[in-house]
């Protein structure tokens, strides 16, 4: 288990537990990032910036101290899998 | 007869709303652009409504104490039908916010609007497969283009007389049960919450904070019943209740959307690619310093190019006037005031002022802004706030006001309040027509870029301090970036007309009058009173001659106005001939810094609070002293 920020560009992560509190968690919430939800790190900003996710056909830039709180699971073998169970959802671009 | 439109930021509501009451709404290309509701009359099949655009709502639930504009307008029901904007091309999470649109159970009809952008992105979806899931009607709408919106009105019409209320959706069994448990303590409590009972069971369980509040303090016996929901809930699914009710719906919301729509294989266009470089970890700096020195260039030279001419024939026009009355008449004083006031709006505004709301509104509908908050977030950390905070820095470059009331994306209160009063300080237009008139005129563009980088290296040091000063938690940036867009012409145009119809309307009038007065003044000999009283301001301090004076205080009403009396008050629009270039550039770098307009202050007060005003005013005014007066010296010494 990583944390979001930690995760390499153009990697697959699934979100595994939102740290931090009830007003982050909802708004990560509102904008479609559920706990189970798979994200692709699209881009991460130079000197500490954002990292860009996609998730669900949406980008989103998430601040790294929040993307610090957010716990992910990271597995290379299990990427073919999402491609099945959500068709043409989190494919790499 | 009311319609209101709901959804969820950067839907298309605004772009809907100005297709059917003209363009009175500002439309952008982010997140969040509009801030409170605009109500406008239609005419629909010979029928007079009033469609309302609200601010987009992610969800219903507010993690804030105070709820948003859009969610109080919603729950209040003073309407009769809610159209609900759904953005196809990310359809599952829009129809989260649909489910809660649902649970208010009153006439409802889905725009399903921008197909054209699922369908780029490889997505169709069943517009009767939708409608069987929802239970309401939906129309398929490409907003931009005006496709569908007849239809969807036409629907909207029928529907408010004879649909009847939504139907709710169900949620998982553990749930539902929670649910219920509250719903009857609600019932049994009697309070009147004006929502249906399920909605605020939900919202109960969900410790939506505005809500507890309200219900919670008219009956605090209902807390228990709450409390032992919600515990039962999470301990059957191990989260917190507020996480259990929104994946629920979140799991709806998908199995609806797999359920009605294909997805293709997306097509990657020239936007992706462009975005690659936009916000690539090199290119993205890059870029951004291109595009925002070309955005100055283009202002700089279109609007000397158009300003010369137009000053010349404004002279002329004074000359012919008041040369034909007699010199220190009253008649001619008056006449005089009221060409110098339509010549400084005319001459020296309108030139500068088009291009930048123009280039403003091409960096609004592109997309731009957001990717701007993307890239500088690690630089706005530095001074302690965040990449959102941009926005209203940016807006502020267009006008202070907006800028100010759109300080409302932001989540916490500090960050509200930081961003609030730098924006006050960001040069608006009207304080960049002072800049491009005085400064890029007679001093040359490097000059005047020299005094946006001077405002910038202020604001960031302003930042720092207030970052370190003030406590407060600033939670970090979540913004949802929108894909890149072609502005259209037209809505580009419109956009700028709104603007401008604002300055033609309320400014000018104001410029002449304004003018006029200072004419009169003049004429009495009343106007050295105040300049005297200024001058250990302006004289003294500034080495500004203390004509001036007076159009500091004119200044006040309108940022424009300072430049336009100063050519009264000069009695000639080649103003360098009356004042040399180190007058022009200190007097210049004091109008940039010093108190907002009336206007700011007023939607400051608003937004802030008074005493945060009051603070501000005083601290412009204090930082344009210091930074003219320094200014001053630098500049000899400089040249």
Known sequence: MMTLDAVGVRRQARVIMIDGGHGVRSHLNTLGIHVGDWLTVVERAPFHGPVLVEVNGTRIAIGRGIASKVRVDVDGTVTSLVDTANPGRAAPR | MKFVLAGQPNSGKSTIF??????????????????????????IQGREVDVVDLPGVYSLTSSDTVAGEGESYLLDGGYDLIIDVVDASRLGRSLELTLQLLELQRPMIVALNMVDEAERRGISVDVSGLERELGVPVVATIARRGKGLRELFRTALRHAHVGGPAPARRLDREVEHALATVSSALQESGVKTGVPLRFAATKLIEDDRHFHGIVLGW????????????????????????????????????????????????????????????????????????????????????????????????????????????????????????????????????????????????????????????????????????????????????????????????????????????????????????????????????????????????????????????????????????????????????????????????????????????????????????????????????????????????????????????????????????????????????????????????????????????WVAGLTTVVATAIAFAGRFAFAIAT
């Open chain 2, 18 to 43: 100005n297709a059917v009451a003209g363009y009175r709404s500002a439309t952008a290309n982010f997140p969040g652009s509009s801030v409170s509701y605009t109500v406008s009359r239609a005419l």
């Open chain 2, 219 to 614: 009956y605090p016996g209902l807390e228990a019943a709450v409390a032992v929901a919600v515990s039962d809930l999470e301990r059957a699914h191990g989260w917190s209740a507020d996480q259990i009710v929104s994946g629920g719906r979140h799991a709806v919301a998908h199995s609806i959307e797999e359920q009605v729509s294909v997805h293709g294989s997306p097509s990657v266009g020239w936007r992706e690619w462009l975005d690659r470089l936009l916000l690539g970890p090199w290119t993205g700096g890059l870029l951004m310093v291109a595009i925002l020195t070309t955005l100055f260039w283009g202002v700089f030279g279109v609007g000397r190019r158009i300003e010369g001419p137009l000053v010349q024939l404004f002279e002329h026009v004074n000359a012919a006037v008041v040369g034909r009355l007699e010199p220190g008449s009253l008649l001619a004083t008056v006449a005089d005031g009221i060409v110098m006031g339509l010549a400084g709006g005319v001459a020296i505004v309108l030139p500068y002022l088009i291009p930048f709301l123009l280039g403003l509104a091409i960096l609004e509908d592109t997309g731009y802004l957001p990717r701007l908050a993307y890239i500088l977030d690690s630089l706005m950390h530095r001074i302690g706030l965040h990449g959102k905070s941009v926005l209203p820095l940016i807006l502020g470059y267009g006008c202070s006001v907006p800028a100010i009331m759109s300080t409302r994306i932001l989540e916490s209160k500090r960050d509200r309040r930081i961003t609030g009063a730098l924006a006050a300080f960001i040069p608006c237009s009207a304080r960049s027509v002072v800049i491009f008139g005085l400064v890029a005129a007679y001093l040359g563009p490097l000059w005047a870029l020299l005094v946006y980088l001077l405002n910038l290296g202020v604001v960031v040091v302003l930042g720092n301090i207030l970052g370190r000063r003030m406590r407060g938690s600033s939670p970090g940036l979540i913004l949802e970036i929108p894909e890149l867009s072609v502005p259209h012409p037209r809505t580009l145009a419109a956009k700028t007309w709104l603007t401008m119809r604002e300055f033609i309307t309320i400014a000018w009038p104001l410029l002449v009058a304004s003018s006029v007065v200072l004419g009169l003044l003049e004429w009495f000999h009343a106007h050295d009173g105040i300049n005297a009283m200024l001058s250990p301001l302006t004289v003294t301090v500034l080495g500004l001659p203390a004509a001036v004076g007076m159009t500091l205080v004119f200044g006040v009403l309108r940022k424009e106005l300072t430049l336009v009396m100063l050519v009264q008050a000069l009695g000639t629009t080649d103003v360098g001939s009356a004042m040399t270039v180190a007058q022009l550039m200190t007097f210049t770098l004091f109008v940039v810094f010093y108190v907002p307009c009336i206007a700011t202050l007023a939607v400051m007060a608003r937004e802030m609070g008074w005493r945060d005003t009051a």
